[in-house]
C-alpha cells in the first residue's frame, strides 16, 4: 500500500505560479513511477505530466509543456508539480499517483497504470 497526500493548491491569478507537494508513504517510494492528473468539472480526468520510477524521465501533456515541471525527492518520499504561467483552462482538481514501475512514456501516461491515488488538491486560476 502507499498513501498519497496532495497540498500547496489554491487561487491564483492568470500569469501566476504554484508549486504542488505529493507526500507518499508506505511501500517504497523508489519503485513507483509518479504521475500528476487534473481534472475539471464535466471533464474526464486527464495527465499532466509523470516521471519514471528509475532514470526520472519526465514526460509532459501537451497542453502543460514548457509551463509545468515536474520532479521528485525519493529519500524524502515526496514529488512536486511546479506549476508556471497559469492559465484558467488549468483550473481542476490535482492528483497525484503512483504506479509500480512504470518507465516508457506511454505507460507514465496511462491512467490504467496506476494503483494508488491521493484526495486531490483544486487549483483555480482566475482570469
Known amino acids: 500500500q502507499v498513501q498519497l497526500v496532495e497540498s500547496g493548491g489554491g487561487l491564483v491569478a492568470a500569469g501566476g505560479s504554484l508549486r504542488l507537494s505529493c507526500a507518499a508513504s508506505?511501500?517504497?517510494?523508489?519503485?513507483?513511477?509518479m504521475g500528476w492528473f487534473r481534472q475539471a468539472p464535466g471533464k474526464e480526468r486527464e495527465f499532466v505530466g509523470g516521471?519514471?520510477?528509475?532514470?526520472?524521465?519526465?514526460y509532459y501533456g501537451d497542453s502543460v509543456k514548457g509551463r509545468f515541471t515536474i520532479s521528485r525527492d525519493n529519500p524524502k518520499d515526496t514529488l512536486w508539480l511546479q506549476m508556471n504561467n497559469l492559465k484558467p483552462d488549468d483550473t481542476a482538481v490535482y492528483f497525484c499517483?503512483?504506479?509500480?514501475?512504470?518507465?516508457?512514456?506511454?505507460?507514465?501516461?496511462?491512467?490504467?497504470?496506476?494503483?494508488?491515488w491521493g484526495q486531490g488538491t483544486q487549483v483555480t486560476v482566475s482570469s
Open positions: 499517483a503512483a504506479g509500480k514501475e512504470l518507465y516508457l512514456d506511454y505507460e507514465v501516461q496511462n491512467i490504467k497504470g496506476y494503483d494508488y
Open positions: 508506505g511501500r517504497s517510494f523508489s519503485s513507483y513511477a
Open positions: 516521471i519514471s520510477w528509475i532514470g526520472g524521465f519526465t
